[in-house]
């Protein structure tokens, strides 16, 4: 059917409810507008080019990378601004995310990435859908509820590529690419981006949330090799025990495939994935340009929808259910630490030193714990962050059980970030 199906759902917020919300899908639209358009693409890059609105910042930017990509974030926010306005006023965020997300992925180029412009176009659209979905949703639709907390955050590894003896293949040539943002619910907004010289592609977004919010672990992976996208898996995965998904999310996810992926046929996980991924892990290789369209239409109806649950929760308050999260964001990362074909990848291009960090400090790492309650809360100083300054200081804290059974101390409540910078110095100084 060409018409929206609307889908009933209801948010818990802690101990209590909250009304339902109705959450609009208009997959017609979207999937119709995205095979067009990705047709007419190459024609519009030949034609149109002086039209194309071009983000870029200079690599000498004070701060480095995260002054790059904030800066970016910035400028296209004016525009996600502009464009809302003059287009989608009337509509709720939840309804206009994936247009506005749409819209724009057709026509920006995000210049701060060295990568993404090397990337065949399927790779180069779903890259834009994720960040400006992102800043649609954390930064303007959010903003009156979570506060306009969403910021570049600066990655251990923002780029990387083979160097000389590491490798003995020239074939095996890689380039990585690493954007990161965080949220007052999300440590980390990971996108990752991967080409090597033999024609691999890999697209990988991660929305690690803070575990003082028991939201799933959104992911999702696509594969590409001489710009044919081979492989691709998205899930919500659980962070409480027996694999127990919110039932909003299985609603929303059953509802999502029924639309997008009906006779698509899934492809068998290995068994390290079905510890941590839900029973509702889509997960397939395309036959097609159709079952690709359907699989970033999934993927971006998916993000919409979590962006617009996470508002909805609110901070855990017991200590025992904080540690029940943080476990299983613990085996969330100790179990795809062990996905071998992603270290073997990795191995032949950057050797098995680069590998082993990579992995643990930027692909899967689990939230920063203090080892024992600090004595040290004052730091005398502020940061500025989008022209707002917050004192250093810690907030609340909470003691928690980690998987090894040993306590840890992480943040508890609404922290700012002069308190986020405050428990990175405590989490260095105890290393």
């Not at 309650?373 to 909470?398: C, H, Q, S, W």
Request: hydrophobic share 35%; aromatic share 10%; with cysteine.
């Amino acid at each position: 059917s060409s018409s929206p199906r609307s889908v009933s759902m209801s948010f818990s917020r802690g101990e209590g409810r909250v009304p339902a919300a109705r959450e609009e899908y208009d997959s017609f639209h979207f999937s119709f507008s995205f095979s067009f358009k990705r047709r007419r693409r190459r024609r519009r890059r030949r034609t149109a080019a002086a039209a194309r609105l071009v983000f870029s910042a200079s690599a000498s930017s004070p701060g480095g990378e995260a002054s790059v990509s904030q800066l970016m974030h910035d400028n296209l926010g004016r525009l996600v601004d502009v464009l809302v306005s003059e287009r989608y006023a009337t509509l709720s965020g939840a309804e206009r995310r994936v247009k506005v997300a749409l819209d724009l992925a057709q026509t920006v180029e995000l210049k701060t990435h060295k990568v993404l412009p090397d990337m065949n176009e399927t790779f180069i659209l779903l890259a834009n859908i994720i960040e400006i979905m992102w800043r649609c949703g954390f930064d303007y639709d959010l903003r009156e509820t979570t506060g306009p907390e969403f910021y570049a955050y600066p990655s251990v590894h923002p780029y990387a590529e083979s160097q000389p003896g590491t490798i003995v293949d020239d074939s095996k040539f890689m380039r990585l690419e690493n954007k990161e943002y965080q949220s007052s619910r999300f440590r980390r907004l990971h996108l990752e981006l991967a080409k090597r010289e033999d024609g691999l592609e890999v697209l990988r977004m991660v929305m690690f949330p803070r575990v003082r919010y028991d939201l799933p672990i959104v992911a999702l992976d696509m594969v590409s090799f001489s710009g044919r996208v081979s492989f691709v898996i998205v899930d919500a995965s659980p962070v409480h025990r027996g694999r127990k998904l919110p039932d909003v999310y299985v609603q929303a996810m059953t509802d999502l495939r029924k639309k997008h992926l009906p006779d698509v046929s899934m492809a068998r996980l290995p068994e390290w994935a079905d510890l941590i991924f839900s029973e509702g892990c889509v997960c397939f290789r395309p036959r097609d340009e159709l079952d690709i369209s359907a699989f970033i239409t999934y993927c971006s109806e998916l993000i919409n929808f979590h962006i617009e649950a996470s508002s909805c929760f609110g901070e855990l308050g017991e200590e025992e259910k904080m540690s029940e999260v943080y476990q299983c964001h613990q085996k969330y990362t100790k179990e795809q630490l062990n996905n071998e074909k992603t270290r073997k990848s990795l191995e032949a291009s950057f050797g098995p030193s680069f590998t082993e960090a990579y992995m643990k400090q930027t692909l899967f790492d689990v939230e920063p714990g203090l080892a024992h309650e600090p004595l040290e809360t004052e730091f005398g100083d502020e940061i500025e962050m989008n022209n707002k300054r917050y004192e250093v200081r810690t907030g609340m804290l909470a003691r928690i059980e980690n998987a090894e059974g040993k306590s840890l101390y992480v943040p508890k409540g609404h922290w700012t970030p002069g308190e986020e910078i405050a428990m990175l110095r405590l989490f260095n100084s105890q290393q």
